[in-house]
Nanobody, 129 residues
């Protein structure tokens, strides 16, 4: 499975940006596609994810973005998009798309890096004050 991210760039505080992650290859029926970010000098942190488990979909976010970001899915393109709104300077960082592999437990939630087997190359998001 390969993940290719697009979007990102520069935005002003209060602005919006969209990041899209397109997956190629075989994705398991139970899977999660998530977004992580890494601010300068910091570790990588969970942002949000869309899980598909047992025939149902779940979207969830870390508290700092849950009222500002959404995730949508385009099944025709095997892609997910992270819609980021009301951006803040603290949203600045490299954003990574990730997908679980065939050994994922299939629970509803995938918050942790070890849950994910495949990673995109990362795309820079910079929010100016």
């Amino acid at each position: 499975v390969q993940l290719v991210e697009s979007g990102g760039g520069l935005a002003q505080t209060g602005g919006s940006l969209n990041l899209t992650c397109a997956a190629s290859g075989r994705i398991a029926s139970n899977h999660a596609m998530g977004w992580f970010r890494q601010a300068p000098g910091m570790g990588r942190e969970f942002v949000g994810a869309l899980s598909w488990s047992g025939g149902s979909g779940y979207v969830y976010f870390t508290n700092s973005v849950k009222d500002r970001f959404t995730i949508t899915r385009d099944n025709t393109k095997n892609a997910v998009t992270l819609h980021m709104g009301t951006l803040k300077p603290e949203d600045t960082g490299v954003y990574y798309c990730a997908a679980t592999g065939p050994h994922w437990s299939g629970t509803r939630w995938a918050y942790e890096e070890p849950d994910y087997e495949y990673w995109g190359q990362g795309t820079q998001v910079t929010v100016s004050a």
